[in-house]
């Protein structure tokens, strides 16, 4: 009689442990999470349209289960949804989802939940930038790819010059590089480009006067003198006047060129 009382008493004990195990919030055991007396309090509040009650309600069950999925969703939906007015936070509906999804990766509205999630994304960015900053934003990705392909372009362009570069360079002979030799005493010194370069437009060119003895000259030069003059000249020669000026027309020209050291010609006399 005895063992018949302790085995039932040990059996009674266990029952109590297996319902205890099972009855844990936070192991998401038989128990369902839609049981839960504030989450069963949140869709009564919600199908008032009382969204602020609903939302403390779903929040206190998360309290109670962190681990409670149903709460998440239905969190979830009410941050997302336009209706909710001022409730609208999408970032809050995107943690839910997110969350319901960890928590439930089977859920039957997994579909539904990966296109809100991305709904979410696009006003949270809208939210943080303006339509000109996000265009902005798509213009310099445009041009950033842009010049990256353009930039590898040119990679494969100089890699291509410096191959031909060094075929060039293997297949060309040494050419000996061949020293000019030094020019020969009393030659002048030949510039390329001077004196073959044509004279700019609008510049006075002077006229060219031979340096030679002029016709009919003996080749007698005379020097001018300080004060001297080709009056005094052609008088020391004993030659007319208009003889000694025919054979030095440049001098006759320009009278600023008749000063000291001046060259002066001294024709024949004629009889």
Not at 162 to 189: D, I
Not at 247 to 262: C, E, F, H, Q
């Amino acid at each position: 009689m005895k063992f018949w009382f302790g085995l039932g008493q040990v059996l009674a004990v266990a029952s109590l442990v297996v319902l205890a195990t099972g009855c844990d919030p936070a192991s998401g055991g038989s128990v369902s999470h839609e049981d839960d007396p504030d989450f069963v309090r949140g869709k009564g509040r919600l199908a008032r349209k009382d969204l602020a009650a609903a939302i403390l309600s779903f929040e206190q069950a998360i309290a109670n289960n962190s681990a409670n999925a149903a709460a998440h969703f239905e969190l979830a939906l009410i941050f997302y949804s336009p209706s909710s007015g001022e409730k609208t936070d999408y970032v809050a509906a995107c943690y839910h989802f997110n969350r319901h999804l960890a928590l439930q990766p089977d859920s039957k509205h997994a579909d539904n939940i990966t296109g809100f999630v991305k709904v979410c994304k696009k006003e949270i960015a809208k939210d943080i930038a303006t339509p000109s900053e996000i265009n902005a934003i798509h213009s310099l990705r445009t041009q950033l790819a842009k010049a990256n392909a353009e930039n590898s372009s040119l990679k494969g362009q100089v890699e291509m010059m410096r191959g031909r570069l060094n075929q060039v360079g293997s297949e060309s002979p040494n050419v000996a590089m061949v020293k000019p030799e030094p020019p020969l005493p009393g030659t002048p010194l030949q510039v390329p480009g001077v004196g073959s370069r044509p004279p700019t437009a609008g510049t006075p060119t002077r006229p060219s006067y031979p340096s030679a003895t002029p016709s009919g000259n003996s080749g007698r030069t005379h020097k001018l003198r300080q004060g001297e003059s080709l009056y005094a000249v052609a008088r020391r020669y004993g030659i007319p006047f208009a003889q000694l000026k025919a054979a030095n027309p440049r001098l006759m020209r320009n009278s600023r060129d008749l000063k000291p050291g001046v060259t002066v010609y001294i024709p024949t006399k004629r009889n």
